[in-house]
Nanobody, 124 residues
Framework: QVQLVESGGGLVQAGASTRLTCAAS????????MGWFRQAPGLERQFVAI????????YYADSVKDRFTISRDDTKNTLYLQMDDLKPEDTAVYYC?????????????????WGQGTQVTVSL
């Protein structure tokens, strides 16, 4: 059993920064890759940023490149998403995900474990 618990987010103003945290636990946690996905009302879930657990290679969606930074602390089994220069279009529920097989897949169906999601709302 693997548990992913997100924290952070909330209501922020456009141009501000915030950080999301995802704590992973469970005796079977052995992710090869982890990522952040988001889903806005009426839209499909989309990938935001992903990272290989070994090596820390990263990949970003074009919409967040140069504004968001994904990182991980493998000693704490914790994933982070630093979000800077937030825009109203970043408003969504953000999900943390872990893949047992894939290191850098932007495809949500390749992820085996998901957090419950955390709301990020960016106001003007």
């Amino acid at each position: 059993q693997v548990q992913l618990v997100e924290s952070g987010g909330g209501l922020v103003q456009a141009g501000a920064s915030t950080r999301l945290t995802c704590a992973a636990s469970g005796p079977r946690f052995r992710a090869r890759g982890m990522g952040w996905f988001r889903q806005a009302p009426g839209l499909e879930r989309q990938f935001v940023a992903i990272i290989s657990w070994i090596g820390g290679n990263t990949y970003y969606a074009d919409s967040v490149k140069d504004r968001f930074t994904i990182s991980r602390d493998d000693t704490k089994n914790t994933l982070y998403l630093q979000m800077d220069d937030l825009k109203p279009e970043d408003t969504a529920v953000y999900y943390c995900a872990a893949s047992d097989q894939f290191t850098l897949s932007p495809i949500s169906k390749n992820y085996d474990h998901w957090g419950q999601g955390t709301q990020v709302t960016v106001s003007l």
